[in-house]
């Protein structure tokens, strides 16, 4: 793991879900409220978080009052050979979520195959999205 700043991501836009030591935050950079994520990095209170978007998720974690970066994940490109192109997209529901404009994370879960079974080979976050779960459940 190497040492992280806000700074350092290669990301022009990006969601965030950030763990405080009170709540979570959920987010875009381009989104009014991500100005409260910056005052809690600021002040120490971010356990971890993910960055992420349509190219990759970077993760970090507070380690001795530092932020750590693990490696990003990258999404995988998409190809015309169906084989390297098994995707599963799926879509969970925030619970508990403060945010007026997302309650659903989307996230993309990139298969393999081993002895003629699949097996998630990684699982990538992917983006947040406003869904009405009402009516799904219906």
Known sequence: MKPFHL???NMESFYYIAHLLDRVLVGNNTDSEYS?????IDKGMV???HFFNKEQEVYVVQDNNLFRAYEPLIHNPVASDDSYNRVI???Y???DN???LYNTLVVKEYLDY????AYVKKTVLFALEYQNWKEKSR
């Open 7 to 9: 700074t350092d991501l």
């Open 98 to 100: 403060k945010s007026r």
């Open 47 to 49: 356990i971890e978080a």
């Open 114 to 117: 081993e002895d003629n079974l």
């Open 36 to 40: 409260l994520l910056e005052v809690a």
């Open 89 to 91: 997209e799926r879509s």
């Open 93 to 95: 529901q925030i619970e």
